[in-house]
Nanobody, 115 residues
């Protein structure tokens, strides 16, 4: 299994920006689909963004136009740039690998958006 470590979370005000980063082991970022999920209190985990090995991306409707997923194959990292943050974006954000054997999850990083 690939090891994933998320970083970059924190407490920000509405309208602010954050950049989350996911460091992956095994030089796997360029080979498999990577994704960011999030889970807010009282809510089920939901897909935020996804990127395939050939660079195709998908986003949840709630973050479209505000969030951008990207990867750096040389550094084995996947980032999530989050702009115009809203209180509803408050959640634990998880980096996820998607392989034929199943999904792999990081430990998560807390994002809190509050005035």
């Amino acid at each position: 299994q690939v090891q994933l470590v998320e970083s970059g979370g924190g407490l920000v005000q509405p309208g602010d920006s954050l950049r989350l980063s996911c460091a992956a082991s095994g030089s796997i970022v360029s080979i498999i689909t990577m994704a960011w999920y999030r889970q807010a209190p009282g809510k089920e985990r939901e897909l935020v963004a996804r990127i395939t090995p050939d660079g195709k991306t998908n986003y949840a409707d709630s973050v479209m136009g505000r969030f951008t997923i990207s990867r750096d194959n040389a550094k084995n990292t996947v980032d999530l740039q989050m702009n115009s943050l809203k209180p509803d974006d408050t959640a634990v954000y998880y980096c996820v690998t998607i392989e034929w054997t199943g999904y792999g999850w990081g430990q998560g990083t807390q994002v809190t958006v509050s005035s």
